[in-house]
Each structure stands twice: as structure tokens, then as C-alpha cells.
């Protein structure tokens, strides 16, 4: 079965520093997404991407984020001057565009470190 | 916004037992996924069930969108289940949708 992949799995940062986060989602999937999870706590939505823009991004996606899909097969949230607080899982997502309520399918996260 | 709460928030069983997780949201979903969140942190997709009843081996779950809730029966519990149980419901918006995750069920299965 197709899956989204994440790398790295695990990224440990100097406060202030900028970090990439990559993501290969399905090949034949259209919409893309970010979240992020706090440790202990619930999985909140970030940004939503489709059609080479922002769809939708809620008020934790700060001017400090980005997202690119750089080529055809990568989708990438940067964040650029890197906080503490920033800390948490992040967890990449893809769903097909056959219909608007089809499954959204994760990678396995990347655990982001901020020192 | 709409609000999604899963309820116990802790679940201790003795591996053999039955239990079943409860999903409550506020307002009408377009869809609802469930999750299972290993040790390790991995998201893994169990159910996508706008409605009706799906079953997966010993899970199953159902899903009455009218009255708003979900529910995730998980029978002759295994250690294997530990880990946070999350339902998230499918919003939709003019160019796509996103997903609300509820607070999620630690449950702690014991040998």
C-alpha cells in the first residue's frame, strides 16, 4: 500500500536556527497537509496546500512557517527561526482529489527537538 | 470551531477484556477517521467511517452522524493495544478539507 514518507524521523535543532522538515506524499494524491503534535497532547491542524498555495492554515502558522512543494514529489514545511516552544511532532499528510471527503493518509512523524 | 471530545480520557484493562472509546463532536462532519498512536508515535489509520458500522478483526467501530458521536469497540484486548486512541472529524472548506482531533483515550493494556 502507497505510504507518506517523513524524514528525518528525528531532528535535533539550536534554538534560532532554521529547520526543514520533508515529506513525500502519495504520488497520485492532490491535497497536502501539516500538523503538529505537542508532547502529551492532541494532533492540531497547521496548513493545508493544494494547487501550489495555501488553502488554509490556522493561527499556529506564523510568519515563522512556510510550506513549498519544490518538485513533483516533495512537500516541505520550513520553519524559520526555530523556538522552544516549537518542540513537538510533526506529522505530514496526503489525500487523493477524487472526492473532498476522502481518508487523509500520514507519514510517521518527525520528532523535532529544539535546544 | 467545532469541538471533539473522546471520552475516558484513561482506560486501564486486563489483556482479554472488551471496551469501547466514545467520540462526541459539536456539529455536523463530513467525515470522521480514527487513529491508533503507538509508543513510538506513529498515527495509524483504523477507520474511516462517516457512518454505519466497519469492523477490522477485533475492532470495530460505528458512527451515527446524526446524534454526532462515534464509538471504537475494541474486544479480547491485547498489550499490543496500548497506546492513545484519537478520533478526528473531517472539515470541509471552500479548496479542501481538515481534520479536528479530539483529546484522544490513553488506554493501558496489562498482561
Same mark, same amino acid.
Given at each position: 500500500e502507497p505510504e507518506v514518507t517523513q524524514t528525518p524521523s528525528h531532528q535535533v535543532t539550536q534554538m534560532g536556527q532554521e529547520v526543514i522538515l520533508r515529506c513525500v506524499p502519495?504520488?497520485?494524491?492532490?491535497y497536502f497537509y501539516w500538523y503538529r503534535q505537542i508532547l502529551g497532547q492532541k494532533v492540531e491542524f497547521l496548513v493545508s496546500f493544494y494547487n501550489n498555495e495555501i488553502s488554509e492554515k490556522s493561527e499556529?502558522?506564523?510568519?515563522?512557517f512556510s510550506v513549498e512543494r519544490p518538485d513533483g514529489s516533495n512537500f516541505t514545511l520550513k520553519i524559520r527561526s526555530t523556538k522552544l516552544e516549537d518542540s513537538a511532532m510533526y506529522f505530514c499528510a496526503s489525500r487523493s482529489g477524487?472526492?473532498?471527503?476522502q481518508p487523509q493518509h500520514f507519514g510517521d512523524g518527525t520528532r523535532l527537538s529544539i535546544l | 470551531g467545532i469541538q471533539v471530545e473522546q471520552s475516558p480520557p484513561d482506560l486501564i484493562l486486563q489483556e482479554g477484556a472488551n471496551s469501547t472509546l466514545r467520540c462526541n463532536f459539536s456539529d455536523s462532519v463530513n467525515n470522521l477517521q480514527w487513529f491508533h498512536q503507538n509508543p513510538w508515535g506513529q498515527l495509524i489509520n483504523l477507520f474511516y467511517i462517516p457512518s454505519g458500522t466497519k469492523q477490522n478483526g477485533r475492532l470495530s467501530a460505528t458512527t451515527v452522524a446524526t446524534e454526532r458521536y462515534s464509538l471504537l469497540y475494541i474486544s $479480547?484486548?491485547?498489550?499490543?493495544? $496500548?497506546g492513545v486512541y484519537f478520533c478526528a472529524v473531517l472539515i470541509s472548506f471552500n479548496a479542501g478539507n481538515m481534520l479536528t482531533f479530539g483529546g484522544g483515550t490513553r488506554l493501558m493494556v496489562k498482561p
Open positions: 502519495i504520488s497520485n494524491h492532490l499556529i502558522f506564523d510568519d515563522q477524487t472526492a473532498r471527503n | $479480547s484486548s491485547q498489550t499490543t493495544d $496500548s
